[in-house]
């Protein structure tokens, strides 16, 4: 990761969960480096699965996946930073009396001070916070500061910010596109609330059922979105009632409404839907790999060699 820029491919990329139900199918995407990707898609889409294969806590098959010109699972993680939402609800975090500035000088606050304080800024954390006594979307905000104290070149966020306020948010997310322009990383953001992320993606990917429907530069795909709708006439009330409901979120915001209404529409009622995937919630069980996969991984490299 420290040699090769930070960008992220995979290939074919498909996986299986123990039970044999399948995860993610057939995924190729190509992301460069100092990009900011927003993984688009439904609950149980596969966002999540995805993410912990790219983060190395799931052994995906060999060849499949590329962070930084290595295999996350197989080479190591150095660079690679994964924040999910499981962490506020463990509860050492939420029942210990345990002080924001010792976390921070947990993971290399003392090391790192002015992203320490950039961080305790942009967050607005107050370090004497005592986490048991504080509030979800605080304890978020020392999650964030915790996770992206030291330098990353790889940014993996799964529905990270669902907890922090609007104008938080919006300066996280600003911070994020500071980072990308001025340093070598690269982001990938799973979300389901666009807002103030009008312009903020440099690329898209659009998640259903396990696989990848389109991917691509941000701009391309909300351009593609624009020609369509003005050349399209059938469904024009729903369309234009869709239109209407997506202002506030600019052209991003329609075009996430038309894929999430079409995936819909292709699917059916979940109560109808029988193809043989694992729900998202296998993602999360059992100890493993960083503290979430399944498999042992000393075993699983033995037998993919």
Not at 148 to 172: G, M, Y
Request: glycine share 10%; hydrophobic share 40%.
């Amino acid at each position: 990761m420290a040699t090769q820029p930070p960008t992220i491919e995979t290939n074919n990329l498909t996986y299986t969960f123990p039970n044999y139900d399948t995860g993610v199918s057939n995924i190729t995407i190509s992301l460069p480096a100092r990009s900011r990707t927003l993984l688009i898609g439904a609950n149980g889409a596969g966002k999540t699965t995805l993410l912990r294969l790219l983060a190395g806590k799931r052994m995906a098959p060999a060849g499949s996946i590329r962070v930084g010109g290595v295999d996350p699972f197989k080479d190591g993680l150095e660079g690679v930073t994964y924040l999910g939402l499981e962490w506020v609800l463990n509860s050492v975090v939420r029942a210990g009396d345990v002080g924001v500035s010792e976390l921070l000088s947990s993971v290399g606050g003392d090391a790192f001070p002015d992203r320490r304080d950039e961080l305790v800024s942009v967050l607005d954390i107050d370090t004497a916070w005592r986490m048991h006594a504080v509030s979800d979307g605080e304890r978020r905000r020392v999650q964030l500061a915790m996770g992206l104290i030291r330098p990353w070149t790889v940014l993996l966020l799964d529905e990270i910010t669902v907890d922090l306020d609007v104008w938080s948010r919006a300066q996280f997310l600003s911070f994020l596109r500071r980072e990308t322009e001025t340093r070598e990383c690269t982001v990938v953001y799973a979300t389901h609330i666009l807002d103030n992320l009008a312009g903020w993606p440099t690329h898209l990917v659009h998640m259903h059922l396990g696989t990848v429907k389109g991917w691509g530069p941000a701009e391309e795909l909300l351009r593609r979105e624009l020609d369509e709708v003005v050349a399209r006439e059938e469904e024009k009330e729903e369309e234009e009632a869709m239109v209407g409901a997506a202002k506030g979120n600019s052209r991003l915001g329609q075009l996430v409404l038309r894929w999430l209404r079409d995936d819909l529409r292709e699917r059916g009622p979940r109560s109808q839907h029988r193809v043989q995937r694992g729900p998202e919630g296998w993602t999360y069980s059992s100890p493993g790999i960083g503290g979430y996969g399944l498999e042992s991984k000393a075993a699983m490299e033995e037998d993919r060699d």
